[in-house]
């Protein structure tokens, strides 16, 4: 029975690890992806965050301003709320090698990674949020997907101490 048990297990876990995503899947779709070029001028955003559960918790706009002077950028979002709230965050984004980039925002904790392979980039970074008024620091694995060379669609998953309490969908169109 435990050995049984044991191959079961194993055959799930193996199942898991195949279906995950990997960025090399990407690599030769287009359009080729490159932040300086997507995100350079007047953009906007829709999206939604959703709980654990897959409930909608609130849904916003974003108003993006993007600019590059050679592999260094500023993106300028203000976020607009369902509640009527806003939030103001400026990144500032290196290229640091062909296919990478770096960014840093107020409420980034140390450093955001993001490789690009195709048209999509995967980042990684700690994202420190307000929860009930309390601050609530979230590990997100985020995947930008460009669609094509005007809009790109998000998909966040965010994470507290390796358990998934939620995920952020957003679509990005140029103006």
Known sequence: MK????????????????CSTSLD???DAEPQLKLEEFFDGELVAYGMVQDYSGEVI???RVELTGSWEGNEGVLDETFYYADGSEQK?????TKSAPDQYEGRASDVE???YGKVA?????WSYVLNIELDG??????????????????MINRTQMYK?????????LYIGKK
């Open 89 to 93: 965050r400026i990144w500032y984004l």
């Open 58 to 60: 609130q849904r916003f």
């Open 3 to 18: 050995k049984r048990i044991a191959a079961t297990l194993a055959l799930v876990m193996f199942t898991l690890v195949g």
């Open 118 to 122: 195709g048209n999509v980039l995967n």
């Open 161 to 169: 101490y390796g358990v998934n309490v939620g995920e952020i969908t």
């Open 25 to 27: 899947t990407y690599r």
């Open 110 to 112: 140390g450093v955001a």
């Open 134 to 151: 309390e601050p609530f620091a979230v590990k997100l694995d985020d995947w930008l997907y460009l669609v094509d060379e005007n809009n």
